[in-house]
């Protein structure tokens, strides 16, 4: 097979794709791929170094307000097609496949012009801008969310997961407790807040921390490398040292590793998050970021919330009251984690790269 894959701007665009390609590869080595990603979006560093092929078109994003820039926009938009065309004519993919992000746009759309199968993946609850422009004329959809499919055309989107999920099931193996301070035979609560962390919730933890003291539970405080000097410096002003069973730390490199045996996850509602924790059947408290596009991520937390397998706290009445409490309340209940975690499992796709690769030969000529 040869592929053409494009989604780009941010890793919730990025892994899904590579995820899918990196297992693509494994079942069938001789496939040949290239990735068509953005000038200045992280895939032009993330891609390259897991070793496929990369090139890259400027484009840009439209205003939401009028601006004399979309003009701008639309130019780059056709100009980045004319170059996506000669990428395609180069390569001669069997099939383009496209996960999101503006890059993808002209790359998917040059293909619709030139007859070549076209698959998009949306992970979100609420379709981006590109996958809603590339739909009309797309061959096949695949999507994360149950609660994206009326979106779509009837018979065009189909529920595959998210192909990261895959990568979080497959790679479970060791994890040194000792590292962390903590010991891997009590139940543990993983609170994280991204990469970069989240200011908030950051500052929720810290007024929680001396609650969790004397606790039949375990807490991982991941602050995000970013952010980790500044909880560090609100911790010494409040005078608060943390617990024998409470860790602090900037950043976990072997999350996929850790996340399989923790009880509980608390931290935002960003696609991937939650694939990889829906299919790995964790139950969670999700505090969406209010500052994503078309506020996503609360459309996402709702979805699970109202499936029972997690608990959202708003941005707005977060506090360290109610974050300590909500936590506190589920990791002194069993059986409610158990009910929650079977609602998790039944939305998780644990073998969602094979399905989405599954869709993609499918529209294969």
Avoid: C
């Amino acid at each position: 097979m040869r592929i053409i894959v494009s989604g780009g701007g941010t890793g919730g665009h990025i892994y899904p794709a590579l995820a899918t390609v990196q297992r693509l590869k494994a079942l069938e080595p001789d496939t040949e791929v290239l990735y068509i990603g953005s000038e200045r979006g992280l895939e032009g560093s993330i891609v390259p170094k897991a070793g496929f092929k990369f090139k890259s078109l400027k484009v840009q994003g439209f205003h939401r307000s009028l601006s004399l820039d979309n003009f701008k926009t639309i130019y780059l938009f056709l100009k980045a097609t004319r170059e996506a065309k000669k990428y395609l004519v180069a390569f001669k993919p069997d099939v383009v496949v496209g996960t999101g992000g503006y890059v993808s746009g002209p790359v998917l759309y040059a293909a619709q012009q030139m007859g070549i199968p076209t698959v998009i993946h949306e992970q979100n609850s609420v379709v981006g801008v590109t996958n809603k422009f590339l739909a009309r004329k797309v061959t096949k959809v695949g999507v994360a969310f149950p609660a994206a499919l009326p979106a779509f055309k009837a018979n065009l989107a189909t529920i595959v997961g998210n192909p990261r999920a895959q990568e979080v099931v497959d790679g479970q193996g060791s994890f040194d407790w000792g590292k962390l301070g903590l010991v891997p035979d009590r139940p543990s609560v993983l609170v994280f807040g991204g990469s970069q962390g989240a200011i908030k919730i950051n500052a929720s933890m810290v007024e929680a921390l001396p609650n969790f003291a004397d606790k039949p539970y375990q807490v991982i405080f991941v602050t995000g490398s970013k952010r980790f000097d500044d909880v560090q410096q609100e911790m010494r002003i409040k005078n608060i040292v943390p617990a024998d069973n409470v860790a602090v730390v900037p950043y976990i490199s072997n999350m996929p590793q850790l996340m399989p045996r923790v009880s509980l996850v608390v931290g935002r509602a960003g696609a991937t998050s939650l694939a990889e924790q829906t299919a790995l059947g964790k139950p969670m408290i999700l505090i969406p970021s209010p500052y994503v596009t078309n506020d996503h991520q609360t459309k996402n937390a709702r979805s699970l919330a109202n499936a029972g397998a997690a608990e959202m706290i708003t941005e707005e009445s977060l506090s360290g009251t109610t974050l300590f409490g909500t936590i506190d309340q589920l990791m002194t209940d069993e059986k409610q984690r158990q009910l929650m975690a079977e609602a998790a499992m039944k939305m998780g796709v644990p073998d969602a790269a094979d399905q989405f690769i599954a869709l993609i030969k499918s529209v294969i000529k």
